[in-house]
């Protein structure tokens, strides 16, 4: 299947500080990405969908000035948490799906510790 | 986008054939099933995909009655390394991708 890949794969950051997740398609253009958190032993949660040159849509409860979206072209998006604090420490997945398909590859996921 | 349940946790032993059933009453005509797997710290894998009847590909089978409310995952003599959780999803190209709880399968030996 269609490669996705995350960067970085952990990160540790100051209670404070901002940090920026970035997410590629390698080998396919995504015109729609998906950004998730996921607590432990718990399931994906959506935070917000990305389409390619327009602002993103986020879920209910998700503060789109906390957590920044920009799909600035078919291959890349970027997720950057602001004045990241502990409670933002999760795993976040980005997911992108190929056009009008209905299939959609996930990436490794970015460990986010805020200390 | 169909809500979906599944149980909450399956255990099995090595070997044997396990098989995954999801609910989906509320699926659209237009929605397709798809099944992914989660191993700890890591993004979910795409298993397989279905509309109707029956799908297989090398890792598992997906089997769709007719009237489409359910389905189940066959996982085909299941090792260790099997040991994750599994998410069903019914959805199509217009939708977010929502994910459910998702079944914890825990292989032992």
């Known amino acids: 299947g269609a490669v996705v890949s995350q960067h970085p794969s952990r990160v540790i950051c100051k209670s404070g500080t901002s940090v920026k997740i970035e997410c590629r398609s390698l080998?396919?253009?995504?015109?729609?990405m998906f950004w998730y958190r996921q607590f432990p032993k718990k399931s994906l949660m959506l935070m917000a969908t990305s389409n390619e040159g327009s602002k993103a849509t986020y879920e209910q409860g998700v503060e789109k000035d906390k957590f920044l979206i920009n799909h600035a072209s078919l291959t890349l998006s970027t997720l950057t948490v602001t004045s990241a604090h502990p409670e933002d420490s999760s795993f976040y997945i980005c997911?992108?799906?190929?056009?009008?398909?209905?299939?959609?590859?996930f990436g490794q996921g970015t460990r986010l510790t805020v200390v | 986008l169909a809500k979906t349940t599944q149980p909450i946790s399956m255990d099995s032993y090595e070997g044997q054939e396990v098989n995954i059933t999801c609910s989906h009453n509320n699926i659209a005509t237009n929605d397709y099933i798809t099944w992914y797997q989660q191993f700890p710290s890591q993004g979910p894998r795409f298993i397989i995909q279905?509309?109707?009847t029956k799908v297989t590909n090398e890792v598992a089978s997906l089997f769709i009655p007719a009237d489409r409310k359910s389905s189940t995952l066959s996982l085909p003599r299941v090792s260790l390394s099997d040991t994750a959780v599994y998410y069903c999803?019914?959805?199509?190209?217009?939708?977010?991708?929502?994910f459910g709880k998702g079944t914890r399968l825990h292989i032992l030996p």
């Open positions: 080998d396919f253009q995504a015109t729609t």
């Open positions: 279905g509309y109707k």
């Open positions: 999803l019914g959805w199509n190209r217009d939708d977010k991708i929502i």
């Open positions: 997911s992108a799906r190929i056009g009008d398909d209905t299939e959609a590859f």
